[in-house]
């Protein structure tokens, strides 16, 4: 092919040349008309689901549960359509049975019943990422009943389901863990310390926080709670083959600094506020600044102070004489 | 010498010193306005002057050239100053003494109204000594600090890895005290002392007043009159002005 361009080039230059222009123009224009058609087709609920909205689409609707919670039944058309299942799913497909009316009744009792029992739905395509899950360390706290551990829609919501691997799902993973991993009541419960603050204040956590500024999206971006510590197979950090186990945590950081030396591992601080017996030498590092700068600034200061009063004092005496 | 001045002034700084201190000022202020950003990263003004410079990749992209700068100048000045001693022309005037501490004492106790007369400083007095060596402090810390920051992975291969956070912790507070020391000390020493105000222009003309200097710096005024370099105050009428060397010039010639 590479050979062929030149020649043709040099034997009939300028009708080719238009013919193939417009060959590309015509094509250019054909993919973005059928990419409008079919955003269009996309975007437009079908006839099954403009059924369901006509009752769902009204906001306020809810339902009350036999344990007596509320819970919301209207679902925002747009968000839907907006969502990663919007043009893939209809309604139908995460509520089979709800296709008649009136609806058969919940069997959940209470709101976390119903959401649990929800997650079996995603199962059906997502059956990887659920035994991933099942497997984790949320998974296996999940089974054993605790009211706290997530299911499928705590973290990827259900109707808005967004993509995972967009740069905003990314960005909101660390908010995201830290409603949980940020919150002490619910840490004490498990006996497991809240780690987000501490991160947020961590290199990674200011710099994720800061790049998010301006740019959804980073070609280096610093690293946020998934990246160490996994995504559905989240193991404990006491499990031996946990990422951030201490065997394996030197491999996981050199995942992003390939060129890391063998003591990095303790350059991060495991999510704690240094103190004595967390990065000690942090710790002095903190102590001798918080005395050295008002230590010198107040002796500067008091200088200062003296000097222009000396001076005053002078003038006053100068002034009187 | 050249006469660059009409007035009774003598030269106290070279020119290659002020070229150096007006570096230092654009590095210093740029370090610290992309620098401090990162520090109070949580605030509302350190956003926006993030997203002013073009996103945090952009303001540190700024920093670390500036750094890289400010340490290419450090080592100018180390490599000046070695260069003037082995020349002779370098008579330790910044060399901090047990004079100083005295010094220190004294001035006190006669801003405080103990004693009647100021001591008599030499070439440059405990205040400039002072600042002096705050910034070289300062910029072996935040150099070294930051190139730490800048190059975690191959630090580990050598040192223990929390001196990464230890680091980060020493930069920040270091950052704190420079700026703080120079709003306070500097911006007072050379803008808001009274006799000085707006500011003191001997770092930019490169020259200081003979008036001026026999009353803040009496001991270097003495040695200049000795040196015949400048009249003696009974001969003050005197129109001819010559220019002292500073430590970078050569020396003068023999009276």
């Known amino acids: ?321 | 010498m050249r006469r660059r001045h009409t007035g009774r002034a003598v030269q106290r700084f070279t020119l290659a010193q002020r070229i150096e201190h007006f570096l230092l000022i654009i590095t210093f202020n740029v370090l610290a306005f992309t620098g401090l950003p990162q520090k109070y990263f949580f605030t509302g003004w350190a956003e926006r002057i993030i997203r002013l410079m073009g996103g945090i990749e952009t303001t540190r992209l700024i920093h670390r050239t500036f750094a890289v700068l400010l340490i290419l100048q450090s080592l100018y000045h180390i490599g000046a100053v070695l260069a003037a001693r082995r020349a002779g022309r370098e008579r330790g005037a910044m060399s901090i003494t047990f004079r100083d501490v005295r010094d220190v004492l004294l001035d006190v106790a006669y801003l405080a109204g103990l004693r009647r007369e100021k001591p008599a400083f030499g070439r440059y007095d405990y205040r400039q000594k002072f600042e002096y060596w705050a910034v070289v402090w300062g910029t072996a810390i935040m150099a070294i600090t930051g190139l730490i920051m800048w190059f975690p992975e191959f630090l580990a291969r050598f040192f223990p890895g929390v001196l990464v956070p230890a680091a980060r912790v020493a930069h920040g507070g270091e950052a704190i005290l420079a700026v703080a020391a120079v709003i306070v000390w500097h911006f007072y020493n050379a803008h808001f002392r009274p006799e000085i105000f707006p500011m003191d222009p001997a770092m930019f003309t490169g020259q200081v007043e003979v008036e001026r200097l026999r009353r803040e710096h009496a001991e270097e005024y003495a040695r200049l009159v000795e040196a015949g370099i400048v009249a003696p105050p009974e001969a003050e009428d005197v129109p001819e002005v010559e220019t002292a060397p500073g430590p970078g010039a050569s020396p003068p010639p023999p009276p």
């Open chain 1, 1 to 321: 092919m590479g050979t062929v361009k030149p020649e043709v080039a040099v034997g009939c230059p300028r009708v080719l040349l238009r013919f193939l222009v417009a060959l590309a123009g015509t094509v250019a224009l054909l993919a973005v008309l059928a990419g409008t058609v079919g955003q269009a087709a996309a975007a437009a609920p079908s006839q099954e689901d403009e059924t369901c909205l006509a009752c769902h689409g009204t906001p306020g609707l809810s339902l009350t549960l036999p344990g007596g919670e509320s819970v919301s039944v209207s679902v925002d058309s747009a968000l839907l359509r907006q969502s990663v299942h919007g043009s893939a799913l209809a309604c139908a497909t995460c509520h089979p049975d709800h296709t008649r009316y009136p609806h058969p009744p919940l069997i959940a009792r209470t709101l976390r019943d119903y959401r649990v029992e929800r997650s079996e739905v995603c199962k059906t395509c997502h059956s990887q990422q659920a035994d991933e899950f099942a497997g984790s360390v949320h998974g296996r706290a999940l089974v054993m009943g605790f009211p706290d551990v997530p299911t499928c829609t705590s973290c990827h919501g259900a109707h808005d389901v967004m993509r995972a691997s967009s740069p905003a799902f990314r960005n909101n993973t660390p908010q995201l863990c830290g409603s949980c991993h940020g919150n002490p009541e619910i840490m004490a419960r498990y006996g497991l310390r809240p780690v987000y603050e501490a991160y947020t204040r961590e290199f990674h956590g200011v710099t994720t926080a800061l790049y998010k500024l301006t740019k959804s999206y980073s070609p280096t971006p610093a690293a946020i709670c998934y990246d160490c510590h996994g995504v559905h197979d989240i193991k404990d950090t006491e499990d031996p083959a946990a990422p951030v186990a201490r065997r394996n945590i030197l491999t996981t950081c050199r995942r992003c600094h390939p060129t890391a030396g063998r003591f990095f591992a303790s350059a991060w601080t495991e999510h704690k506020t240094p103190g004595p017996d967390a990065s000690p030498l942090v710790w002095y590092v903190q102590i001798f600044y918080r005395v050295l700068i008002p230590a010198v600034l107040g002796f500067l200061a008091v200088l200062t102070v003296l000097d222009l009063s000396r001076w005053a004092g002078d003038r006053l005496k100068g002034g009187r004489a």
